[in-house]
């Protein structure tokens, strides 16, 4: 609770890292103070960051840092033991996964976690549960507004797909994609939720370099398109220097250094977490 | 490119569809072969209770196969519905003389109490991870059948007198029915004397509504939410699915199903007791779901049919019976040579627990 009310009458002068034509904006993401412990131990701590509304931003560190555990309480999968996040203004404690969704806020999995069993088109339109609705009766009953939205649903979709060129595969079954379509449908399904902010966590693992490039062309692509905000974990040190705008270094739960791609880079302290991990070189 | 080959989704879609022509074949089929005289008495009895089943099997799979969650007291929910449908009939005979819909009326109320009863287990059960709802619908199925055996329910002019016979020494002269009166339940005798409206026209109806509703359930937003929770729960709820409301919608259809095919099974007996749907019957449905392929509806249909028409059917080989049933069971296994069904014990219990449990990563 004293964090909590640290947070607000102390806010971190973090929106110094925020895009020049994202300032005068509420900016999509801000984090206060925020913290999680498991057992005692502190996974996250004192974490202060901001995306600005139309940012790509990084976060970066070395294995166990605590990334995709920031994902997880921005997602509310954990519950924060300590401080604040703010979805576009708006207060998210108390929150649940579903209404964080809702808020605008989309994520990827680090372990890809689709609905394998089910299609490339159904995956992507279960990401649009919330945006092109209409009853279960409808649905059983087959009346008007089930033939109405299953097409508008089956457009977007296909709209969607179009983005990673994935048309052709939308009555494939998630759990038969190569892997670097898999990782690709989980950035269509999260974006088929409409968010504002747009969670990537390693969005490249496992693709070879030609598929990493198309991949950082196509993340500023969306960004220009639909005008969101997307903040992403990444070990790749090519794709994170070439696109983020700001980057947050996690080490041990604390963050090490923020600034853009040329002062992290030149910051001792990130060499230092990073030595004997050529990864910086990536 | 192998990846590239259609997906196992739209086949099954062909499949499931199916289903519709190939039961209305089969009905014809022995519709005719009973009203030309070729079919005995024990098969003409299977007719309705192997419709019945069906209809249990296919909203059991809608549990089980389709929301990936284990209900070990289905007939719990079917005795709700035979138990209430037989007890809407009988006390509607003299205002509802038309058996049609008088049956139409009592499987809609029997379909409402066990849609009730789905929504009271799922209420408390279906926020908690794990394998609570087997467990809890175990115990419905025992506390069902306890309670109706110690029910009984008459009517008269006065309308539906209902005792609790906990201590056992209550009769049906403690009702205090009127003259002219009828007892309908007499605890653990059951329901007695009541006149049997069911039909196998209106088994087939059934069964083509229960497919109906179920296949354009799988195959809408609210059936892809559910399967998506099956398949990703932290997935799909990071796409803003709501666990609770989806597995409540899905477990309450599940349960109104069964009870409608409760309410069917209890008017087509002049008498039923509540043993009839015990543990070993929730059970046989299960059997019949696992067997047939888990989401797989047709292979419900299948498997519900011959394993339950199989037993009678071997009746005359006496000692080799169950030798036989046995060996059916191995061959539909192999038949359907569902992956799901060869580690069945793998996909109902661990994997789905590494699924959900831990980390999001
Ligand atoms: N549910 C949990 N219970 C206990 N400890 C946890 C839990 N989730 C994460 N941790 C711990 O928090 C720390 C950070 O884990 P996290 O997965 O966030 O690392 P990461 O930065 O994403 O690493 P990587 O680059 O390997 O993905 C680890 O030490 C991990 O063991
Ligand atoms: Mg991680």
């Known amino acids: ?282 | 490119m192998n990846f590239l080959k259609k997906s196992k989704l739209s086949t099954s879609a062909l499949r499931d569809y199916c289903s519709f022509p190939l039961v209305t074949v089969v009905f014809v089929l022995i519709t005719i072969l009973n009203n030309s005289g070729k079919l005995n008495k024990s098969m003409q009895g299977l007719l309705v209770p192997v419709c019945c089943y069906i209809v249990m099997a296919i909203s059991l799979n809608l549990t089980v196969g389709i929301m990936g969650e284990l209900s070990l007291g289905h007939a719990g929910f079917m005795s709700l519905g035979a138990f209430t449908g037989v007890v809407t009939s009988q006390s509607l005979i003299g205002s509802v003389p038309n058996d049609t819909l008088r049956l139409v009326i009592a499987i809609a109320v029997g379909a409402l109490v066990a849609a009730f009863g789905g929504f009271l287990i799922g209420l408390p059960v279906l926020r908690l991870r794990g394998d609570y709802l087997a467990i809890v619908t175990l115990a419905f199925g025992e506390i069902i059948m306890d309670i109706v055996n110690c029910l009984i329910v008459g009517h008269d002019e006065n309308g539906l007198h209902l005792i609790f016979n906990f201590t056992g020494e209550k009769t049906v002269a403690d009702l205090n029915l009127a003259e002219g009166g009828t007892a309908i339940i007499k605890g653990a005798q059951g329901a007695v004397g009541t006149k049997t409206i069911a039909s196998f026209a209106a088994g087939f109806i059934l069964i083509m509504i229960t497919l109906f509703v179920v296949l354009n359930f799988i195959r809408s937003r609210t059936g892809r939410a559910v399967l998506a929770l099956r398949d990703n729960r932290i997935a799909a709820e990071s796409m803003g699915v709501n666990v609770m409301k989806y597995k409540m919608i899905a477990f309450v259809l599940s349960t109104t199903l069964a009870g409608m095919a409760g309410a069917l099974y209890g008017l087509n007996f002049n008498m039923i007791s509540a043993d009839k749907f015990n543990f070993n019957t929730s059970i046989l449905v299960l059997v019949f779901v696992v067997l047939g392929g888990l989401g797989n509806m047709l292979g419900s249909i299948i498997a519900a049919t011959i394993l339950y028409i199989l037993p009678e059917a071997l009746r005359g080989l006496a000692d080799y019976r169950m030798l036989m049933y046995a060996i059916v069971l191995i061959v539909v296994m192999l038949a359907t040579n569902n992956p799901k069904v060869k580690n069945l014990f793998m996909k109902i219990i661990p994997k789905r627990k590494s699924k959900e449990g831990g980390a999001a990563q």
């Open chain 1, 1 to 282: 609770m004293k964090e909590f009310q640290k947070g607000k009458m102390v806010p971190m002068p973090s929106t110094a890292l925020i895009p020049e034509r994202d300032l005068g904006k509420i900016p999509v993401l801000e984090c206060l103070h925020l913290g999680i412990e498991f057992g005692g131990l502190k996974a996250v701590d004192d974490f202060n960051f901001t995306v600005g509304k139309t940012e790509i931003a990084g976060l970066i560190g070395p294995n166990g840092a605590g990334k995709t555990t920031v994902f997880n309480m921005l997602t509310r999968v954990y519950n924060p033991t300590h401080g604040t996040i703010m979805i576009d203004g708006q207060d998210t404690t108390g929150k649940t996964t579903v209404q964080l969704s809702k808020m605008g806020v989309a994520r990827t999995f680090q372990n890809i976690r689709l609905f394998t069993d089910m299609t490339v088109e159904d995956n992507v339109r279960v990401g649009m549960h919330n945006q092109v609705r209409y009853s279960t009766v409808s649905g059983i009953f087959r009346l008007p507004p089930f033939w109405k939205k299953e097409k508008e649903s089956h457009n977007k979709a296909m709209e969607l797909l179009s983005i990673f060129d994935m048309q052709d595969l939308a009555d494939v079954k998630a759990g038969n994609l190569p892997y670097g379509a898999q990782r690709r449908l989980e950035i269509v399904r999260a974006l088929a939720t409409e968010p504002k902010l747009l969670l990537l966590d390693e969005p490249a693992a496992g693709m070879n370099p030609n598929e990493t490039a198309d991949l950082m062309e196509n993340i500023v692509k969306i960004r220009d398109e639909f005008q969101i905000a997307v903040l992403l974990i990444e070990h790749d040190m090519k794709l994170v220097m070439g696109i983020c705008e700001g980057i947050c270094v996690l080490n041990f739960g604390k963050i090490i250094a923020k600034g853009t791609a040329e002062e992290i880079q030149s910051n001792p302290e990130v060499i230092k977490a990073y030595l004997g991990n050529n990864s910086m070189e990536g």
